[in-house]
């Protein structure tokens, strides 16, 4: 994608917007997503899944007896974006934050919160990189890569796969993802046959293609995002590679089954919890087609229980003071979300693994028994 820094930074601020009127009565929450670009899809599920909880928290009364405002910022999944983004938002003093879908545009984003002392409840974004870079403001909701590369390298183990090729983009999330996939299945005696980077938006894969198939591996492993996946996918099988294909949690939107088509199928994807698969998730799932003619998308009960925490943390704080919201988050035991229950370690990050293992099948994603 071409774009000038100008019209980036225009972008910016063009997706920063408020909804509805704010009085002294109001509580200002942020949303940080990306809802335009190449990851538009995802960032504006989740949106529509935080705007879904607060409704239903205001038709019951708001918190502390204040209707909540939400005030979107549009990070474009893109760095510089997501700063102004985040500059936006704290300047617009919002009591806290939800959201955070790609990880290398969040990431510069937490030391801006974190010098306003701004609670971040991080929906989606994973990369361990933001773990490191957690002013102590930030709580992670998805679990983290090394979770995600536990669950990958226990599939490949299974799978019989011995020689790896890794793929990824460069950016924050995926090269991290893929770096630590690489070490860990180094370290347990096997082979990494090819490390590739692509850039982003690349729509002729064919020289990576060759690349990947003249190293004759047994599997290989998407660690980006699904748009330019599923054309990797596409072509890979178009020249002939039959052999395992996994992506990473960055790809399980259902877009990429449909760009894709009957390519994808039989693909691995390792997964946070989607709606389809969780028994305390049907209600939010029919308000959600009610509210918006279709069904959610991968990351959206996720960014729901987000905005759910943070009310819950706000409430349990009994103040809109940002230190006492970040004390109270941290002190979360066993919040009672749509995908699980929440609890931090003491780095901020979720206690237990959420993670499942996807299988294509009938142009669907289902959940490998």
Not at 1 to 22: D, E, N, R, S, Y
Not at 99 to 125: E, H, Q
């Amino acid at each position: 994608m071409k774009t000038t820094k100008g019209i980036v930074l225009a972008g910016a601020l063009a997706g920063l917007f408020l909804c509805g009127q704010v009085s002294a009565a109001d509580l200002k929450i942020g949303i940080m997503v990306p809802t335009t670009g190449s990851e538009a899809t995802a960032g504006k599920d989740m949106e529509n899944s935080i705007k879904l909880a607060v409704d239903e928290i205001n038709k019951g009364g708001g918190v502390l007896g204040m209707h909540i405002v939400t005030i979107t910022g549009d990070d474009g999944c893109d760095p510089q974006m997501a700063t102004a983004a985040a500059s936006k938002l704290v300047s617009s003093d919002v009591v806290g934050v939800v959201g955070g879908y790609c990880s290398g545009a969040t990431l510069p984003t937490l030391k801006i919160y974190g010098d306003a002392g701004t609670p971040f409840v991080v929906a989606a974004a994973n990369s361990t990189k933001l773990i490191d870079a957690n002013p102590g403001t930030s709580f992670q909701i998805n679990s983290t890569g090394f979770d995600q590369v536990n669950t990958a390298v226990s599939l490949f183990a299974d799978k019989g796969v011995k020689k790896l090729a890794i793929v990824h983009q460069g950016d924050g999330y995926s090269e991290d993802l893929a770096k630590l996939t690489k070490e860990k299945w180094t370290a347990m005696g096997n082979e990494v046959v090819a490390y590739e980077v692509v850039n982003k938006g690349e729509q002729d894969q064919s020289s990576l293609v060759t690349k990947i198939k003249s190293t004759s591996p047994d599997a290989v492993f998407w660690t980006a995002y699904y748009s330019d996946g599923a054309l990797l996918i596409k072509q890979l099988r178009q020249a002939g590679f039959r052999k395992l294909i996994a992506v990473g949690d960055g790809s399980n939107s259902p877009k990429l089954l449909e760009i894709a088509g009957k390519a994808a199928e039989g693909v691995f994807c390792f997964s946070n919890p989607t709606a389809e698969y969780l028994p305390a998730a049907k209600q939010y799932t029919e308000s959600y087609k009610a509210a918006y003619k279709q069904a959610p998308d991968a990351y959206g009960p996720l960014a729901y229980d987000g905005m759910k925490l943070m009310a819950d943390a706000i409430t349990r704080a009994g103040s809109t003071d940002k230190a006492a919201i970040v004390k109270a988050l941290k002190t979360t035991k066993a919040f009672n979300g749509i995908t699980g229950a929440v609890s931090f370690t003491d780095k901020n990050t979720l206690a237990k693994s959420n993670f499942v293992v996807l299988v294509a099948k009938d142009g669907k994603w289902t959940l490998l028994k």
